[in-house]
């Protein structure tokens, strides 16, 4: 079936719109108007922003601390963790909710007193579209997304990242932002910085 097309004409000016710019000056009013106004965004990446602390960043691997959830405990008796290392039990949730499960390479294998290990566990997040559903998915809570937003890189091969920077990354992101509240906005002073006191109703 042929689509109807309907033209609409297009607004003529009038002579006095001509001869006295009035779009034009009304344009310019606009212009005027915003040029005096607060800045709101912020000139990258000379000045940088401290997203908050529930910002979907850089996958990262929380550690064997003594601060794991009830449940690393009970899974813990059939793991091969020592102190500092990956909490991860190696059970593959975070990649079964994945949209994009081929971005993992989770590898266990199991050690001479029948325990089980993870050998392996790396992202390709040139693949990730941060949408946190595998930190969601996490039993145990070591797998997490931190503040780091700055991934580029000059070779597909570093945009992979593996298990050991994984838990340097989150040991880091913990000290650092460990004790925040926990919210999806930017801290009180960047917010006033940028956008003036609010005013809650
Ligand atoms: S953030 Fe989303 S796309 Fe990226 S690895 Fe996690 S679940 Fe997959
Ligand atoms: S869901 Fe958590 S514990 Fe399970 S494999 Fe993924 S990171 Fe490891």
Redesign the pocket.
Known sequence: MAVKVKYVERPQLTNRERILFIDFIKGMGITIKNFFRKTITTAYPFEKLTPPIRF?GT?AHRVKDGKEPPSFKVLERFMDIQEGESRCVGCYM?QQ?????E??NIQTTQTEDGKKKVIRFD?N?L?????????E?CPVDC?I?TDIYETASYHRAGTVIHMEDMTKRAVDFDTRRGNEPDRIWIDDEQRSKLWGQIKWS
Request: aromatic share 8%.
């Open positions: 979907r996958h975070c909710a994945c949209p994009v499960p971005l993992f992202m997040l693949n990730c579209m941060y949408c946190g559903l595998c930190t998915a797998l997304m």
